[in-house]
């Protein structure tokens, strides 16, 4: 009986320690796992998780905050939206997709898009993102509502300069937006070890196209797309009245003469 008993501790003290033993691997397993996943990051100035920085002498870019220039800190107030994204705005310069040069927005300008029109957007903020960092650029839902919409775009671990985003009218009304005013949102996500830094320079706004002579021809259209057809609507009635002027003339040309 005495060697019965003693059997069955052993047997209890090994199953415990193999049960520990998995459990410290299982532990540690979920641990990797949670360091490998994505995570949304809050932005915030303040405190040991201060995650925004808004001077270069205060980025570090194996840090753990991204530089925001020209920053609208009213956005990072308590009281203000979420702040898991910060909403990107319209910056000094814009350029249709279908031309060569960009144009300057004046401080309090505004730019037009026609219906089915594109236009590449510079922010007016800066960003530098450290190597931790990964960006994604999204459409806002109020601007979506009205026919708007920017696509989604990604900015890697290391970029420094201004944004450009693309924005579409799709749809059947001219919409018109203020420089400085909000258009796309700016989210960040915690990056695991090992990205390569973006090391190829801010993008550039101009473009070099090829020649479109209808060009002219088809931003007229665009843009006086209603007159043109009310245009033709009114056209085609006069005709439509001088066919039928000219048929009953004829008509009662036959009949005096009979």
């Known amino acids: 009986m005495w060697l019965i008993y003693n059997l069955a501790d052993y047997v209890l003290d090994v199953e415990t320690e193999d049960l520990h033993k998995w459990r410290m691997r299982l532990s540690l397993s979920l641990s990797q796992q949670e360091e490998s996943f994505m995570s949304v990051v809050p932005l915030t100035f303040e405190g040991a998780s201060r995650s925004v920085v808004q001077r270069q002498d205060d980025f570090d870019v ?3 905050a991204v530089l925001i220039g020209q920053i609208e800190v009213a956005q990072m107030q308590e009281g203000q939206a ?10 000094k310069k814009y350029r249709d997709h279908r031309k060569k040069d960009p144009k300057e927005i004046p401080t309090d300008g505004v730019i037009t898009l026609n219906p089915g ?18 960006g994604i650029i999204a459409p806002k839902v109020s601007l979506l509502e009205n026919g708007l919409s920017t696509t989604f775009s990604k900015v890697d671990p290391g970029y420094n300069g201004h944004l450009l985003i693309t924005l579409f009218n799709l749809g059947q009304t001219v919409r018109k937006l203020k420089r400085g005013s ?17 090391e190829k320079g801010p993008k550039q706004i101009s473009a070099r196209l090829a020649s479109q002579p209808r060009a002219s021809l088809r931003e007229f259209l665009d843009t006086y797309h209603v007159g043109v057809m009310v245009a033709l609507i009114l056209a085609t009635l006069l005709l439509l009245f001088e066919h039928l002027a000219t048929f009953l003339w004829q008509i009662f040309h036959h009949a005096s003469a009979t």
Do not use: K, M, W
């Open 82 to 91: 979420s702040n898991v994204s910060y909403d990107l705005r319209i910056g």
């Open 182 to 198: 909000t258009f796309c949102s700016f989210t960040l996500f915690s990056v695991a070890d090992g990205a390569r830094l973006y």
């Open 117 to 134: 029109s594109a236009i590449i957007i510079e922010t007016e903020e800066y960003v530098h993102l450290p190597r931790r960092l990964f």
């Open 62 to 64: 194996e840090g753990q």
